[in-house]
T-cell receptor, first 112, second 119 residues
Framework: GQQLNQSPQSMFIQEGEDVSMNCTSSSIFNTWLWYKQDPGEGPVLLIALYKAGELTSNGRLTAQFGITRKDSFLNISASIPSDVGIYFCAGRNTGTASKLTFGTGTRLQVTL | GAVVSQHPSWVICKSGTSVKIECRSLDFQATTMFWYRQFPKQSLMLMATSNEGSKATYEQGVEKDKFLINHASLTLSTLTVTSAHPEDSSFYIC???????????????FGPGTRLTVL
């Protein structure tokens, strides 16, 4: 089946640094979503992208829907300790009952 | 808001027993609910799509007789793991799809997950 690859797999950064992570797919998606998952919790939606080339911000987070529709990136500016967690991208196509295909995840650790 | 709850949050059971997990959309009606399984340090894998009043659609490789799904109302779906074995131990997460309104895309909201440990 489809698989979304995220990179980096994990990252350790210092508080205040900016973070960039991306997600690539072998096939096209019509919608890209970014989620954050804290340990022992379900994912929480951060940003949704609906059009190729779209750039959307949510506070310190910015995400872009790649022109080819096969990739997306997420940036976090001025990281803080509560940014720690696992970030997942997810792709969705219309006509598939809203099924999501999740990426492999990027684990973010923030040091003081 | 769009809140999805799961019960129980964790469960420990003996091998061979069955376990039921509930997923509820608390403040909206969800015609579609999804069940995922997540192993440690891995991504979420979709198990099945559940529509209210109809049979669930299972993903390839997921045994429908082992993972029974019932979507009895617009706010409740249940997953029953039958004859559980240690390899079924995992984090089970549900999500509920909320309609986005005219011209807007539906959004999936996730529950907090249920950790199942089979001894």
């Amino acid at each position: 089946g489809q698989q979304l690859n995220q990179s980096p797999q994990s990252m350790f950064i210092q508080e205040g640094e900016d973070v960039s992570m991306n997600c690539t797919s072998s096939s096209i998606f019509n919608t890209w979503l970014w989620y954050k998952q804290d340990p022992g919790e379900g994912p929480v939606l951060l940003i949704a992208l609906y059009k190729a080339g779209e750039l959307t911000s949510n506070g310190r987070l910015t995400a872009q829907f790649g022109i080819t529709r096969k990739d997306s990136f997420l940036n976090i500016s001025a990281s803080i300790p509560s940014d720690v967690g696992i970030y997942f991208c997810a792709g969705r196509n219309t006509g598939t009952a809203s099924k999501l295909t999740f990426g492999t995840g990027t684990r973010l650790q923030v040091t003081l | 808001g769009a809140v999805v709850s799961q019960h129980p949050s964790w469960v420990i059971c003996k091998s061979g027993t069955s376990v039921k997990i509930e997923c509820r959309s608390l403040d909206f009606q969800a015609t579609t609910m999804f069940w995922y399984r997540q192993f440690p340090k891995q991504s979420l894998m979709l198990m099945a799509t559940s529509n209210e009043g109809s049979k669930a659609t299972y993903e390839q490789g997921v045994e429908k007789d082992k993972f029974l799904i019932n979507h009895a109302s617009l706010t409740l779906s249940t997953l029953t793991v039958t004859s559980a074995h240690p390899e079924d131990s995992s984090f089970y997460i549900c999500s509920a799809s909320k309609r986005g309104g005219t011209g807007r895309t539906d959004t999936q909201y996730f529950g907090p997950g249920t950790r199942l440990t089979v001894l």
